[in-house]
């Protein structure tokens, strides 16, 4: 038996519907203001308007996933947010830098720990649900 196995702390199931309910807030809040502080930096600067799609469609692709809480789209939306994290570590470090860019970085940090923490959850969830017979609730 492995030392991550022993060391694991077995949840019940009402704690770790607790969790995974938190943890589904806590992403989709961070979610929605990494989308409002990237689009309001766009809006109120010398960016096209038409570059709000381009910018912000990786990150919409992945909120039917992120409201269904899958296991998949989520840790898929974790790489993503690696990528919003370089860009916006750039943007707090030039000249022009802006108070949406200090909400983005919360927000992204936020929302990689979050899906992540989310991620291990709800496949812990789903797999005691699998084992039981029982359905989880959303």
Same mark, same amino acid.
């Given at each position: =038996?492995?030392?991550?196995?022993?060391?694991?702390?077995?949840?019940? !199931? !009402?704690? $770790?519907?607790?969790?995974?309910?938190? !943890? /589904?807030?806590?992403?989709?809040?961070? +979610?929605?203001?990494?989308?409002?502080? %990237?689009?309001?930096?766009?809006?109120?600067?010398? #960016?096209?308007?038409? =570059?709000?799609?381009?910018?912000? +469609?990786?990150?919409?692709? &992945?909120?039917?996933?992120?409201?269904?809480?899958?296991?998949?789209?989520?840790?898929? +939306?974790? &790489?993503?947010?690696?990528?919003?994290?370089?860009?916006?570590?750039? /943007? $707090?470090?030039?000249?022009?830098?802006?108070? &949406?860019?200090?909400?983005?970085? %919360?927000?992204?940090?936020?929302?990689?720990?979050?899906?992540?923490?989310?991620?291990?959850?709800?496949?812990?969830?789903?797999?005691?649900?699998?084992? #039981?017979?029982?359905?989880?609730?959303?």
């Amino acid at each position: =038996m492995s030392r991550a196995r022993r060391v694991r702390k077995h949840l019940t !199931a !009402a704690q $770790l519907a607790q969790r995974v309910t938190a !943890a /589904r807030w806590l992403t989709l809040g961070s +979610l929605v203001l990494l989308i409002g502080a %990237i689009a309001s930096r766009m809006l109120s600067g010398t #960016t096209s308007p038409m =570059m709000l799609l381009p910018a912000l +469609l990786p990150l919409l692709i &992945f909120v039917p996933g992120a409201w269904r809480s899958d296991p998949r789209s989520l840790a898929l +939306l974790c &790489f993503v947010c690696l990528l919003y994290f370089c860009v916006i570590t750039v /943007r $707090l470090f030039a000249p022009d830098r802006t108070p &949406f860019d200090v909400v983005a970085m %919360i927000a992204v940090v936020t929302l990689f720990v979050a899906a992540m923490l989310l991620t291990r959850w709800r496949k812990q969830q789903l797999r005691d649900a699998d084992s #039981t017979g029982d359905s989880p609730r959303e």
